[in-house]
């Protein structure tokens, strides 16, 4: 089965940036999006980013401070990360982008722990 692999995630200070990688397991066409996810304190997934055919959306929380990107070569999107705040010390996803806040039911990898904290 399909899955993605994330890696990039570590200890980062409050402010600071860090990029995620997430290893795609299929060619990035444009007959589909992929997306950034987080698990929440409750357990669920949620949105972050996305993009597509060109186009990126974000979550409000991160406009401005996170980026979303592809490439298309390397099938591997990232995302750049800047001021992070304490709070948002969690595990990190990817998978593609189907317009549900809590993604895919499938092809989740395992996640990548970030930690922001002095």
């Known amino acids: 089965q399909d899955q993605f692999v994330e890696s990039g995630g570590g200890l980062v200070r409050p402010g600071g940036s860090l990029t995620l990688s997430c290893g795609v397991p299929?060619?990035?066409?444009?007959?589909?999006?992929l997306g950034w996810y987080r698990q929440t304190p409750g357990n669920q997934r949620e949105y972050i980013a996305a993009i597509g055919s060109g186009a990126t959306d974000y979550a409000d929380y991160v406009k401005g401070r996170f980026t979303i990107s592809v490439d298309n070569a390397k099938k591997t999107m990232y995302l750049h990360m800047s001021s992070l705040k304490p709070d948002e010390k969690t595990v990190y996803y990817c998978n593609e982008y189907n317009g549900m806040n809590t993604g895919p039911l499938e092809g989740w990898g395992q996640g990548k722990q970030v930690t922001v904290s002095s």
């Open positions: 299929r060619v990035i066409t444009s007959f589909y999006a």
